[in-house]
């Protein structure tokens, strides 16, 4: 089945990395992503990591990927006020056959503290 | 280029209504996915649109219906609203190709059902 876990909240000071966590069961997966939500608003796509890949960098962002463990990690690096939000985990699957549908996690609080 | 629009912002329906969401995707796209997002909750896929045809359905019951119209902007109609149907919805367009599927988020649609 598809299944996306995140937990559900994470506090750090300014200045810390923050990692955010996450485990997906479908083993067909072929994108995993890491969006943004700030209140009242939708969803901004960070960045996201192709099946075969086990890591990406993008500036402050570094997605680890361990398929065979099916867990997908985002770290931001020198964590400002401004990235407090809840983070979601989604993964999809695309090719034939497939809509490339989103399966997201629960989504994970981010506090920063100054 | 504009982005992805929702209309409207915020509504509130009573029990047994009927209810119409809309969607303008950003321009060149021709796919349009809709989530529900409950409160406290990741957005749940609903279902998705593809050159005016249904592409694909996540496990909503059949009150749920929707269209996709020739410039591909997309309607969400819900029937015999329910209590449980109050969440965030949200329209994603994206320019479908099998082998990636980026999907852009509008703000989405407060649904309040009373």
């Known amino acids: 089945g598809e299944d996306v876990e995140q937990s559900l909240f994470l506090s750090v000071r300014e200045g810390d990395s923050s990692v955010i966590n996450c485990t997906y069961t479908?083993?067909?997966?072929?994108?995993l992503y890491w969006y943004k939500q700030e209140p009242g608003a939708g969803l901004q796509l960070l960045t996201y990591?192709?099946?075969?890949?086990d890591m990406k960098q993008d500036q402050r962002l570094t997605v680890l990927l361990n398929k065979k463990d099916k867990h997908l990690s985002l770290r931001i690096a020198d964590t400002q006020t401004g990235d407090s939000a809840i983070y979601f985990c989604?993964?999809?699957?695309?090719?034939?056959?497939?809509?490339?549908?989103?399966?997201f996690g629960q989504g994970t609080t981010l506090q920063v503290k100054p | 280029e504009t982005g992805v629009t929702q209309s409207p912002t915020h509504l509130i329906k009573t029990r047994g209504q009927q209810v119409t969401l809309r969607c303008s995707s950003q321009?060149?796209?021709?796919?349009v996915s809709w989530y529900q997002q409950a409160l406290g909750q990741g957005p749940q896929f609903i279902f998705q649109?593809?050159?005016?045809?249904?592409?694909g359905r996540g496990n909503f019951p059949p009150r749920f219906s929707g269209l996709q119209f020739p410039n591909y902007s997309s309607e969400l109609n819900v029937n015999a609203l329910e209590l449980d149907d109050s969440a965030l919805y949200l329209c994603?367009?994206?320019?479908?190709?099998?082998?990636?599927?980026?999907?852009?988020f509008g703000p989405g649609t407060r649904l309040t059902v009373l």
């Open positions: 994603a367009s994206s320019l479908w190709v099998e082998t990636y599927n980026e999907q852009f």
């Open positions: 479908d083993s067909s997966s072929t994108y």
């Open positions: 990591i192709f099946s075969n890949m």
């Open positions: 989604a993964e999809s699957t695309t090719g034939s056959g497939n809509t490339g549908k989103l399966i």
């Open positions: 321009s060149g796209h021709n796919t």
């Open positions: 649109y593809y050159r005016e045809e249904e592409n």
